[in-house]
């Protein structure tokens, strides 16, 4: 399975920005997915994640200005990032897992770049 990220790169503070994450396989058939991110020198995060078709986890830095959803026909997952924010620079990355609650397969994008400016 790959993932090719796209969206990142260089906003001003308030501004918007859509992350995508396109599937080479059915994105329908996904256990979970999600998004995580990386700051320099830090561990990465998750941003926003959902398992089995449960709610979506966001978390609490981006609750309220990130949105995550799922195009099926494109097999695309989307991030939606509004009101962002200096600290929310990182580098974003797409998460999926293909399986069940006992054992499940992750596949990780290569990462975008996403840099707010004041």
């Known amino acids: 399975v790959e993932l090719a990220e796209s969206g990142g790169g260089l906003v001003q503070s308030g501004g918007s920005l859509r992350l995508s994450c396109t599937l080479s396989a059915r994105i329908d058939r996904l256990y979970a997915m999600g998004w995580f991110r990386q700051k320099p020198g830090m561990q990465r995060d998750l941003v926003a994640f959902t398992i089995n078709g449960g709610s979506t986890n966001y978390a609490d830095s981006v609750q309220g200005r990130f949105t995550m959803s799922r195009d099926i026909p494109t097999n695309t997952l989307h991030l939606q990032m509004n009101n962002l924010k200096l600290e929310d620079t990182a580098v974003y990355y797409c998460?999926?897992?293909?399986?069940?609650?006992?054992?499940?397969?992750?596949?990780w994008g290569p990462g975008t770049q996403v840099t707010v400016s004041s």
């Open positions: 998460k999926v897992e293909f399986g069940n609650k006992i054992f499940s397969t992750d596949y």
